[in-house]
């Protein structure tokens, strides 16, 4: 049986988004989770970078796989993602200069980023190239998702803003009194809101808790 | 050829590295017209935001040749030098260790708005975990503050990262970098706030005073030199309005 989309590969896509989800998970990508989720549009500039770059280096890993000298496979690996952080860093500062500026070094970081080749050597080092490349994209949209949430709700409490824009309501709100919490902007809170998501998604499916 | 030898192992690292290593190159080279003007919209956007003007980057250079008539260089000692103001990098020449002060140029930008003439500072220092750096705008008296506006690569959320913020530029207009007696102070970056009355303090912010500290001193080491020019221009001027 061979299907252009089957079971399998809609459960390549389906699973990172919640029940493997790398994030809340498998606990990986924390750091650049943290670090640019202050605001929304930054979350997704870097969800879409993370996806062109996992995408990208999953697909050619996956057609490099039986080619890969064993010794030198992460080497490898880490060669093609550098250079497809470096051609998005590349892009980003000829066409988005404004988003560039912002996400800094952060776009660097997408190397170091553990899901990354976490999915390289874990997937697409033994799997084909179309298998490899969903792979990839649920994972990076179950990094994505996650990050966009975290930014959702951090923009809006503690900038009182989304996307950079004004929420109308606000004004009647800071005249009662209200104001926006500037503990949201810093990073511990980012690890409290995902700690947040983590217990929702645990609450509501027993399997993901652990024995002891 | 056996995949575990150190034969293919090796050509396989040189080839792999020359094809990523040629296709990074070529698209830097590509893009690097775009890169450029990217980075020089962004300085134009910077030195208007000096006198109060929030320009966007598509009209960044309209805006600019509009309100910035003279670019100048000085030296170290206060002499114009020849070079182009606007690319020379203040915050390059600051972290460039081998560059001593004296070797180091010094530029500035005359702007004029509403038929009022500012004299825009480019300056550079160093904050609490990188550099800040900033664009101070004189009025034509040399003395007065008519807008400030600093940014910095990594300071503190909240805290030092503040300093690109309006509650802290703003109270830099109209203080004076020189005293009652013509003396020149400076702008102290003050902690605990700035006191009552006094023309050359602005209030420094709380949980970041070593940003703020590295403010002042920035402020302190820039404008000496831009006074010691301006102060020597208007003695020439003055001199020669006696003759």
């Known amino acids: 049986m061979k299907s252009f989309f089957n079971k399998q590969h809609q459960k390549l896509i389906a699973d990172p988004l919640g029940d493997q989800n790398p994030i809340t998970i498998q606990v990986l990508g924390i750091c650049s989770a943290l670090a640019i989720t202050t605001q929304l549009e930054n979350a997704l500039v870097m ?29 490898v690996q880490l060669l093609v993602v550098a250079s497809l952080v470096a051609l998005v860093d590349q892009i980003l500062k000829a066409f988005l200069p404004d988003a560039s500026e912002q996400l800094s070094v952060f776009i660097g970081l997408i190397i170091t980023n553990c899901i990354i080749m976490g999915r390289l050597e874990a997937f697409a080092m033994g799997n084909k190239v179309w298998e490899s490349f969903l792979d990839a994209l649920g994972n990076a949209f ?23 824009y004004e929420i109308p309501g606000f ?15 810093l ?17 509501r499916n027993n399997d993901l808790i652990e024995e002891n | 050829m056996n995949k575990e030898s150190n034969l293919y192992t090796f050509l396989f690292a040189i080839i792999m ?6 296709a990074l190159a070529l698209t830097s080279e590509v893009l690097q017209p775009m890169k ?55 915050l390059f020449q600051h972290r460039d260790k081998t560059l001593s002060p004296e070797a180091k140029k010094y530029p500035f930008f005359t702007a004029i708005k509403d038929n009022q003439t500012y004299y825009i500072v480019p300056m550079a220092g160093n904050g609490l975990w990188g550099p800040v750096w900033g664009f101070v705008a004189l009025e034509d008296d040399y003395q007065t503050i008519y807008g400030a506006a600093f940014d910095h690569k990594a300071e503190t959320p909240g805290l030092g990262a503040e300093i690109n913020t309006d509650f802290f530029e703003l109270p830099f207009k109209g203080k004076k970098i020189r005293n009652n007696d013509g003396q020149f102070v400076s702008i102290e970056v003050k902690k605990g706030g700035a006191e009552e009355g006094n023309m ?40 020669t309005l006696v003759i």
Do not use: C
């Open chain 2, 200 to 239: 050359s303090q602005v209030d420094g912010i709380t949980g970041g005073t070593i940003t703020s500290d590295g403010v002042s001193e920035m402020l302190f080491n820039t404008l000496k030199i831009y006074d010691d020019y301006f102060l020597n221009l208007n003695n020439i001027t003055d001199s």
């Open chain 2, 36 to 90: 450029k003007q990217n980075a020089a919209d962004k300085k134009m956007i910077d030195i208007l935001s000096a006198i109060g003007l929030n320009v966007s980057r598509s009209e960044a250079k309209t805006q600019f040749e509009k309100y910035i008539k003279e670019q100048t260089v000085i030296n170290s000692s206060g002499q114009m030098v020849d070079g182009s103001a606007f690319d020379i990098d203040v």
């Open chain 1, 142 to 164: 179950g990094y994505g998702w996650i990050l966009v949430a975290v930014a959702f709700v951090r923009e809006l409490f503690g900038s009182g803003k989304l996307l950079g």
């Open chain 1, 187 to 203: 990073p511990p809170m980012a690890l409290v809101v995902v700690g947040v998501i983590i217990w929702i998604q645990r609450a």
């Open chain 1, 171 to 185: 004004n009647y709100l800071y005249e009662l009194g209200y104001m926006n919490n500037n503990l949201m902007i």
């Open chain 1, 47 to 75: 969800t879409l970078a993370v996806i062109f770059v996992m995408t990208s280096a999953s697909s050619i890993i996956s057609i490099l796989r039986n080619h890969v000298p064993n010794r030198i496979r992460i080497i």
């Open chain 2, 17 to 22: 590295v020359l094809i990523v290593g040629t």
